[in-house]
């Protein structure tokens, strides 16, 4: 891949990823994003020269991006699907279901160390926060929920959250940089919705754990006026550039 492109992907998370792969997560972004207009046609012969690469690893990311629905397989081309505020909310209503399951299941289990590795990673979204690193933050905010989601070792569950997590973890990236731009305060808030979960988890307490799922799952229509921010923001700045 070229190194004078500008990618709005943090390449660090993707560096010993196939090119396939880094491809799809840089598409990925783009189109969520809005940068890639919905109903566009993606060549392969164009996205090669784009991005300086051969078509095979073009082909292999427009295979994940066909997986997830993001765009669809014809014949002039891969055609852009995009996301609407109706994924949006399904994709919501899928973690909702996957973290109140898992819920269910640490309260028979030894959370000792879940909760210190949890406290671990709250740590370091609270110094991202200090640095004003929207990346690092999103990524540790993934990795949070992610490894409760691990700690049951539950491998079907797991399998449903890497499925949903590439779409996830890119408007999860996209709202926490506009928020860093736009909305700063609300990181605070978004903390403190981790520690309640530190909370529940700790405590076994129920109660307690759906007040954190309510904090964490009630505001999607937020979730999705963020993304229109940060679209809003990012075509700005592309007009800006050329």
């Known amino acids: 891949m070229s190194e004078k492109q500008n990618y709005i992907y943090p390449e660090k998370w993707i560096a010993n990823a196939s090119t396939g792969v880094r491809l799809a997560s840089e598409l990925r972004i783009r189109i969520i994003a809005g940068l890639i207009e919905r109903g566009s046609v993606l060549s392969e012969n164009k996205l090669a020269a784009e991005f300086e690469v051969s078509r095979s690893p073009i082909r292999e990311a427009l295979k994940i991006l066909a997986s997830e629905n993001i765009i669809r397989l014809e014949r002039m081309g891969a055609v852009v699907v995009g996301l609407t505020e109706k994924d949006i909310k399904e994709l919501y209503d899928v973690r909702l279901m996957i973290e109140t399951f898992v819920y269910e299941r640490i309260l028979k289990l ?10 671990k990673i709250r ?13 690092e933050f999103s990524y540790q905010d993934v990795l949070f929920h992610e490894t409760i989601v691990r700690s049951i070792n539950h491998s079907y569950i ?3 959250w890497n499925n949903a997590k590439p779409v996830m ?10 928020r860093m731009e736009e909305k700063f305060e609300d990181y605070s808030r978004v903390l403190n919705n ?6 529940a988890i700790q405590s076994k307490d129920r109660v307690i754990m759906i007040k954190a799922l309510h904090q964490n799952f ?5 979730k999705v006026e963020d993304l229109w921010m940060s679209q809003q923001m990012l075509t700005k700045e592309k007009e800006q550039n050329i």
């Open 110 to 119: 030894d959370t000792t160390n879940l909760v210190k590795e949890l406290s």
């Open 123 to 135: 740590e370091m979204m609270e110094v991202a926060i200090k640095y004003k690193d929207a990346d």
């Open 218 to 222: 009630e505001d999607v229509q937020e």
């Open 158 to 160: 797991l399998l449903i």
């Open 169 to 178: 973890e890119s408007l999860i990236l996209l709202s926490m940089r506009m």
């Open 194 to 199: 981790h520690d309640v979960y530190i909370e």
